[in-house]
């Protein structure tokens, strides 16, 4: 079997939510986690609880070019490599299209997807110069989202924004596996999961009137899902691992959909 224990990932948007499953799969598995996010240290320090003293929380704005240099120098210096680059930080927008504001359409790209490319641009560098010393290469998993992939009312910004990561990761794949730099680029694509970003939309739902608690919601979205339910953090980052092990050696450019069947009706 293969040793992960000399591995070393980034997890962006990594203290709450798929981020922070990420996160705790990919300890289990043996591998060195540095965790970035928006959060002080102090909240951080509370936010980490279970996980301290095992993975290295660094404060980071994704949208912050300079911040992403800080963030993989300071990798390259305390372990000299990285293999594993996953794009988690994001955010979400909801609303008609004619009542979006122009602040909130740049905010969310710039998160969403400003943030995916300054990210892989950064760590290019040091992910192709690891990726020559293992036999998969290096892998960046970007999260994307079924909303990547399929048109739904009331959230034209965040699917454009999950579209962009969509193709960003296409054409990137190519690129990398075309130069033979040994960087393999994916996306994924989770469903409806339990996060606290779910419980924040469906609390804005509630308070807009379209229901009247967030259970609710949670059961019609349970219902408009082939296997019935919502799902866990831990069984997208079981599929974030698979993206980030040897064992999908031969995926980039590639979408892996995690959804319950929801975009398969």
Not at 19 to 41: F, K, P
Not at 97 to 110: D, F, P
């Amino acid at each position: 079997m293969t040793d992960y224990g000399e591995r070393v990932a980034l997890v962006t948007g990594g203290l709450r939510g798929i981020g922070r499953g990420i996160a705790e799969r990919l300890l289990a598995e043996g591998m060195q986690v540095y965790l970035t996010d928006i959060e002080s240290e102090e909240t951080a320090a509370e936010l980490m609880s279970g996980i301290e003293g095992k993975a290295t929380y660094l404060k980071q704005n994704v949208i912050e070019e300079a911040q992403w240099q800080s963030v993989i120098g300071e990798i390259k210096t305390a372990a000299g490599r990285l293999d594993c680059l996953v794009n988690n930080a994001g955010v979400d927008c909801v609303g008609p299209v004619e009542e979006l504001t122009y602040e909130s359409w740049r905010r969310i790209m710039s998160v969403n997807v400003d943030g995916v490319f300054l990210g892989i641009k950064t760590s290019a560098p040091l992910l192709a110069e690891t990726g020559q010393g293992t036999p998969a290469g290096s892998s960046i998993i970007n999260i994307s989202s079924v909303m990547g992939k399929v048109g739904y009312i009331d959230t034209s910004a965040y699917n454009t924004s999950k579209g962009a990561v969509t193709l960003m990761s296409k054409a990137l794949g190519v690129e990398f596996a075309t130069k033979r730099t040994p960087i393999r680029v994916n996306s994924l694509h989770p469903g409806f999961v339990q996060t606290p970003l779910l419980d924040t939309g469906m609390n804005r739902m509630v308070a807009e009137g379209l229901a009247e608690k967030p259970e609710d919601l949670k059961g019609m979205i349970a219902q408009a899902t082939p296997m019935g339910r919502i799902a866990d953090t831990s069984e997208i980052a079981a599929c974030a691992w698979f993206l980030a092990s040897d064992d999908s050696s031969y995926m980039t450019g590639s979408e892996l959909v995690v959804d319950g069947g929801w975009t398969a009706q």
